[in-house]
Nanobody, 124 residues
């Protein structure tokens, strides 16, 4: 098993940047493909970005493509989501998740392990 803890959320103005992190403990992070999801109030949890086990493949939701970058440091057991050009509609709780699938996946149910989430609020 792996335990995930997100950090780095906060309040930022529209157009600003923020980097959220996901630290893993337990099993080594390189055993998992990783993803970021988000959930805004009153909305379903949605896929944001995913990265392969070695970090050589990434995939993004259309809504964040070109603005967000997912990366990982397996030596430090940490995954990052760099968010630039933030918009008010990016406001949500951001969750990292770990999948045992060999490739990256955008499907919520393919992720077995989840963090508790970190709040990101973008003011207009």
């Amino acid at each position: 098993q792996v335990q995930l803890v997100e950090s780095g959320g906060g309040l930022v103005q529209a157009g600003g940047s923020l980097r959220v992190s996901c630290a893993a403990s337990g099993r080594t992070l390189s055993s998992y493909a990783m993803g970021w999801f988000r959930q805004a109030p009153g909305k379903e949890r949605e896929f944001v970005a995913a990265i392969s086990r070695r970090g050589d493949d990434t995939y993004y939701a259309d809504s964040v493509k070109g603005r967000f970058t997912i990366s990982r440091d397996n030596a430090k057991n940490t995954v990052f989501l760099q968010m630039n050009s933030l918009k008010p509609e990016d406001t949500a709780v951001y969750y990292c998740a770990a999948s045992t699938m060999l490739g990256i996946t955008t499907i919520h149910n393919n992720y077995a392990y989840w963090g508790q989430g970190t709040q990101v609020t973008v003011s207009s």
